[in-house]
């Protein structure tokens, strides 16, 4: 069974506009919560990564914020550029495995 | 100069068959990966091999079968191919299991 739900599945977005993508889990052993983007045809690579002790943080235009009670996790990209155009994967990590959400699809339009 | 690569690109063939997808990283990691991706994008991990040793063994059918003849090298040997398989296969590789993991281009399997 999925250990990370991810929401929504897909989502359209203006450019300038700001695209939320949710994760949520259960598991509380998980000690690492990173965001994978990938672009057709290519592997996914690392966006930017959390740790349960730190409520947000912020690279350039992307911002995770984490509420660790409420076992949610979001990633917020500001300013969406046609560029971000992608789909976006969160995922969670315990004993070194990473659990995958199911992906959100993320499409800007000009 | 690439980090992680996968040969085949793409892999066609017909039920029953054997066949291999070849890995290599030139990172200097020291641990390696196998996923799956499946067609609705969904990524589950296969395998992981730490020092060519294997660390992860995730509910894979015995057909696949992973070889890691040294630490740059991963590869993934499926016997008896079915439908089912049909996927696209991603190598990774990571400095130690905790780091973060550079994911290869994929191959994209098709069996027929």
Known sequence: QQQVKQSPQSLIVQKGGISIINCAYENTAFDYFPWYQQFPGKGPALLIAIRPDVSEKKEGRFTISFNKSAKQFSLHIMDSQPGDSATYFCAARRDYKLSFGAGTTVTVRA | ?112
């Open chain 2, 1 to 112: 100069d690439t980090a992680v690569s996968q040969t085949p690109k793409y892999l066609v063939t017909q039920m029953g068959n054997d066949k291999s997808i070849k890995c290599e990283q030139n990172l200097g990691h020291d641990t390696m990966y196998w996923y799956k991706q499946d067609s609705k994008k969904f990524l589950k991990i296969m395998f992981s091999y730490n020092n060519k040793e294997l660390i992860i063994n995730e509910t894979v059918p015995n057909r696949f079968s992973p070889k890691s003849p040294d630490k740059a090298h991963l590869n993934l040997h499926i016997n008896s191919l079915e439908l089912g398989d049909s996927a696209v296969y991603f190598c990774a590789s990571s400095q130690q299991q905790t780091d973060t993991q550079y994911f290869g281009p994929g191959t994209r399997l098709t069996v027929l």
